[in-house]
């Protein structure tokens, strides 16, 4: 069995942090530490609440003092790197996590603070508080931040502003009205560091959620000006794609479905166990005469709670078809348990999509296992 994601914080991990934090406070009681740390809920805490939990506990074991403190946990980056914790580790959200939950009323402290952690370890999810205490202030400052030198920082400046960052608080303002974004978005587009252009992409396609006429103007207006900002425009549009918007399908050179047809879509597995695979084939043949560029898609009707269904829809393909081919595919559907997915029994639908027009749809059954 895999190892559950929570335990990143394990006897080992926690050995190794407290003496890096024995050497910036010579004071820290690490048995005291750990006792906490290990209290009577530990075993019962998920990720999340594992990592507000050491922040809380952190802070009872260092001074009163939020800006002294600051400084040893930016003292303690170094002597992580030194002692062989890599940046970026997921483990030390809680340095950030810990400025969001004390620093809030000391803005100044806890924006330096950000600039240097972040560069160790995204600060992503801990600036989207001070965003909504200090929505102009914190707009401004991530517009600066799009300049800075560190593309980490950069990153943060696109990432921490996302309308819908997963797992994130929600930045109700900034998904109404995205317009203060656009500047940063615009800076960081064509970036040196993919990491920042992949933030910019993701930014965009929260965006397109809520305003996707936003998503549409800048995408035509950044298509075709270079390789790499080409493939944030299409990561970007991805969620307009699914969607089948036809000036977008156009966008990407994805036309009418013309004489491109579905021949013989047959479920294999009219029946699915929970755990077990829908498989299901059909002929994909282009009746024109030329080659055809096509997005081939597939939709999964899935049953809610509440007896309605709900789509889902995964890509097979997107490539040019020869004119007068006929293509068999044979397509495998998980039901696997999930934790970010509960599945319902009952009536189930599956369909096939080509180039953003639903064409047809077949009907199977999900029975437990």
Known sequence: ?????????????????????????????????????????????????????????????????????????????????????????????FLPDFVEVYGTDDYNISINAFEEITKFVSCEFAVRPFIIDYPKKMIQQMIDWSHHEHPMVRRLASEGCRPRLPWAMALPHLKKDPAPILPILERLKSDTSESVRRSVANNLNDISKDNPDIV????????????????????????????????????????????????????QTPTVSIGGDLKFSFVLKNANGNSTKIRLEYGLYYQKANGTLSKKVFKISEKEYAGGSSTEILRKQPFKIITTRKFHVGHHQVSLIINGIELEKKDFQLIEK
């Not at 990592?51 to 809380?56: D, E, L, N, Q, Y």
């Not at 260092?62 to 002692?83: A, G, R, S, Y």
């Not at 013309?258 to 479920?267: T, Y």
Request: proline share 3%.
């Open 216 to 267: 549409i103007r800048l995408a035509k207006k950044w298509k075709g000006k270079s390789k790499e900002l080409d493939w944030v425009v299409k990561h970007a549009c991805r969620t307009l794609l699914k969607q089948g918007i036809p000036q977008v399908m156009r966008l990407f050179g994805f036309g009418k479905v013309g004489n491109i047809n579905i021949k013989k879509f047959e479920i």
């Open 1 to 93: 069995m895999a190892e559950l994601f929570k335990n990143i914080y394990n006897p080992t991990f926690f050995s190794r942090f407290t003496v890096c934090m024995e050497e910036v406070f010579p004071k820290f009681d690490t048995n005291s530490f750990l006792k906490e740390i290990y209290n009577d809920e530990w075993d019962n805490k998920e990720l999340k609440q594992r990592m507000r939990h050491i922040t809380h506990i952190l802070n009872d074991h260092l001074t009163n003092d939020f800006e002294c403190n600051v400084e040893m946990l930016l003292k303690l980056i170094p002597i992580l790197k030194q002692n062989d914790f890599r940046s970026d580790n997921l483990e030390f959200i």
